[in-house]
């Protein structure tokens, strides 16, 4: 009984308090800056709508990257918590498949399944899906954004588009687990990966980027993923770990909103190169 007044006291201290206090006066000052650059740029004519991309672009590219790297070293797990994160440290798409199998295998099923490697990330293929999102004709291999899980970027990632749309599409990133890891429970797997669908191109809410926007229902892609690879032949098995994480409500690196019910199927593809290398002899 004792002890609840000192929690309480704790809880609501002076410092914490100034802390937030300050916190939400520099986050009015940011706002109120940027409606003084807005304003005054309007009154130039052509050369303040100039000034005001170049505003936008050291902003959004350079000034609220670095600025979240700072902040996300200091608050940010440096351990596996189920999300990854983006190149500028904030937590990205939740990790809502896990898979058993050589990289063979996985570009075996995968193909089979019928999808699509995207290309790496490149001045070229950047310019690309820039002009094919504008004329909206098809990329089929357009790039995805760098995700990172272990400290390293995804091994490559897949997609499939909507519609010739290249603003809509099915994508999944994969990494490679650690040698020896084992997922938080006590499972071995060989892959972790993300599922997600890409619903419209937008602006991020945390950085002002440009940048596709995900649809919040992750769950549905992660069954998709999940229908389309057992759907790719008998050699593909599939086990839930239900209620792998706690259900939850979040938001991803571009501050799209994802909800998840925590459960996390892990997919056998062992044997599907071999498989695929024994029906192409076959068929030869």
């Not at 994508?171 to 040698?179: A, I, L, Q, S, Y």
């Not at 979040?250 to 024994?278: F, K, M, Q, Y």
Request: proline share 4%.
């Amino acid at each position: 009984m004792e002890s609840f007044p000192s929690q309480k006291r704790r809880r609501f201290s002076v410092t914490t308090f100034l802390d937030e206090f300050f916190f939400i006066v520099a986050g009015v000052a940011a706002v109120w800056l940027g409606w003084l650059l807005l304003s005054d740029s309007l009154r130039f004519g052509w050369f303040g709508i100039l000034y005001f991309f170049v505003f936008w672009v050291v902003l959004a590219y350079l000034t609220l990257p670095r600025l979240h790297r700072i902040l996300t070293n200091i608050y940010v797990p440096d351990y596996f918590i189920g999300r990854t994160r983006t190149s500028d440290g904030l937590l990205g798409d939740p990790v809502n498949l896990a898979l058993r199998g050589t990289e063979a295998d996985l570009h075996a099923t995968l193909a089979r399944a019928g999808w699509t490697r995207a290309d790496d990330v490149t001045l070229r293929s950047s310019l690309r899906i820039v002009t094919s999102t504008v004329s909206r004709s098809s990329y089929p291999e357009a790039p995805v954004s760098p995700l990172f899980l272990f400290g390293r970027m995804q091994s490559f990632a897949y997609q499939q588009e909507v519609a010739g749309n290249p603003a809509k599409r099915h994508h999944v990133r994969f990494w490679r687990t650690p040698d020896g890891w084992l997922l938080p429970g006590g499972a071995l797997v060989d892959w972790l990966a993300a599922g997600t669908f890409d619903r419209a191109v937008g602006f991020s809410l945390f950085t002002l980027q440009i940048t596709h926007r995900i649809d919040a229902n992750i769950d549905v892609e992660r069954d998709f993923v999940v229908q389309s690879l057992t759907a790719a032949g008998p050699h593909v098995s599939v086990e839930h770990l239900r209620d792998f994480s706690t259900g939850y409500h979040s938001r991803n690196g571009g501050g799209d909103s994802v909800h998840t019910d925590g459960d996390l199927p892990i997919i056998e593809v062992a044997a599907a190169a071999t498989e695929a290398i024994e029906g192409a002899t076959h068929h030869g």
